[in-house]
């Protein structure tokens, strides 16, 4: 008897997460001693320095279970938002609360969950290995929301619609008023999940943040992260403003301690630095604008962002080598970005927005891979 057919076929059929490259993969492989990394939309600047302290500092606390439910970083979160700290869900990354979303909201084999393709692999991830159907349809070619074929995509099984704004890999990013339109247009039992993991890095967030439309659109929710403008992406810690009946049910299904103790202590110290946040997208926005320009020069096709990556098609008049080949030819160079074949998309790259210094060495190496 075969035991891979003593699992469940969800288990055997899956297809694991394909994630950036990590700096000690390529440093062995290539036997470089200086490697960027721009694959996984990290924060430039690192991690606060108020966080770190308060990591050192609560370290001795770590034998400790933490409180159940994590009341403090809650109250916290809530405060910075302005919501009621009921709706607000904290977990081991927002891929946890997506991951709770798609267990708890549709049923199996009787209710779907629809989103754009490409999105974000975690979507179709967790849907799959809950069991729930996963419907997409496509985005436009200019990466743009077609919401009226989004909205025949759905029916009255629809228990969940995730749309990210601004969208990982594109950057592509629309309005709070357009996602309220698009929520108010919604089958009735549908949820609609705004990932606004980046929205921080917006020009002008407060267009785009859906937080205080919530009262008016029971039938929203939001995803946050700490992982990218808070410089906390291996801490792991994201949460969820949901509605209140369903955070209470979510609460209760949770693993519990999912968030560990200093996970919850460095959440609330990176609310509390808002020097650090607001250095970080002054980074981010200036290297945004700048790499937009120098990749367009290069004769990049490049995406407009309001994220903290540019999405580009590498042209095909300076290089003989299609956007595998020149991901390669970077990590030879010792710098990491990332392939978008996993999202469906072959012939297009993703960089991260580094510091001044690496978008230099960026910039350097992609010159030379033209050139050379
Ligand atoms: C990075 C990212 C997240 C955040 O994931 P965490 O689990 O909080 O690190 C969520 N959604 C999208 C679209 C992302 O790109």
């Keep these: ?3 891979l057919y003593e699992v469940r076929p969800e288990a055997r059929e899956f297809d694991a997460y394909v994630p950036g490259l990590s700096i000690d993969e390529i440093r062995q492989k290539y036997g470089l001693a200086n490697i960027v990394k721009l694959a996984s939309n990290e924060n430039p600047l690192g991690i606060s320095p108020i966080v770190e302290k308060v990591l050192r500092d609560r370290a001795t606390e ?16 809530a405060a910075h938002l302005g919501v009621p700290a009921e709706q607000i869900l904290a ?4 891929d946890e609360i997506i991951d709770l979303l798609v267990r708890i909201k549709p049923r199996p084999g009787i209710d779907n969950v629809v989103a754009f393709r490409p999105s974000f692999s975690m979507y179709e991830l967790c849907s799959r290995m ?13 990466f743009s929301f077609p919401f009226d074929d989004l909205i025949d995509t759905c029916d009255q099984n629809t228990a969940l619609v995730f749309v990210t704004s601004p969208d990982n890999p594109s950057g592509f990013t629309v309005t709070a008023d357009e996602l309220c339109d698009l929520a108010e247009r919604l089958p009735e039992r549908a949820l609609l999940v705004v990932d606004q993991a980046y929205v921080d890095f917006a020009d002008e967030p407060a267009r785009h943040d859906m937080i205080p439309r919530l009262p008016l659109h029971p039938n929203v929710a939001v995803l946050r992260t700490f992982s990218k403008a808070y410089g906390l992406a291996g801490i792991r810690l994201g949460y969820g403003v949901l509605p209140l009946w369903l955070a209470e049910i979510m609460r209760a299904c949770q693993i519990p301690f999912s968030v ?10 990176a609310l509390g630095d808002r ?12 290297g945004r604008a700048r790499l937009t320009r120098e990749l367009t020069a290069l004769g990049c096709e490049v995406a407009p962002s309001q994220a903290n990556f540019l999405m580009f098609r590498p042209p095909a008049a300076r290089t003989e080598l299609d956007a595998r080949g020149v ?28 510091t001044h210094k690496e978008n230099d060495i960026f910039l350097r190496a992609l010159k030379d891979v033209f050139h050379g």
């Design 1 to 3: 008897m075969n035991p």
């Design 62 to 77: 770590a034998f400790r279970y933490p409180r159940w439910g994590n009341p403090e970083l809650n109250a916290r979160i």
């Design 91 to 94: 977990g081991n990354g927002s």
């Design 130 to 142: 809950a069991g729930v159907e996963f419907r997409q349809t496509p985005l436009r070619a200019d």
């Design 260 to 269: 560990n103790i200093l996970a919850a202590h460095a959440g609330i110290a």
């Design 275 to 286: 020097v650090f946040v607001q250095e970080t997208l002054r980074v981010v926005r200036d």
């Design 327 to 354: 991901f390669e030819a970077l990590l030879e160079r010792g710098v990491i970005i990332r392939p978008l074949a996993s999202y469906g998309m072959p012939d297009l790259l993703r960089v991260s927005i580094g």
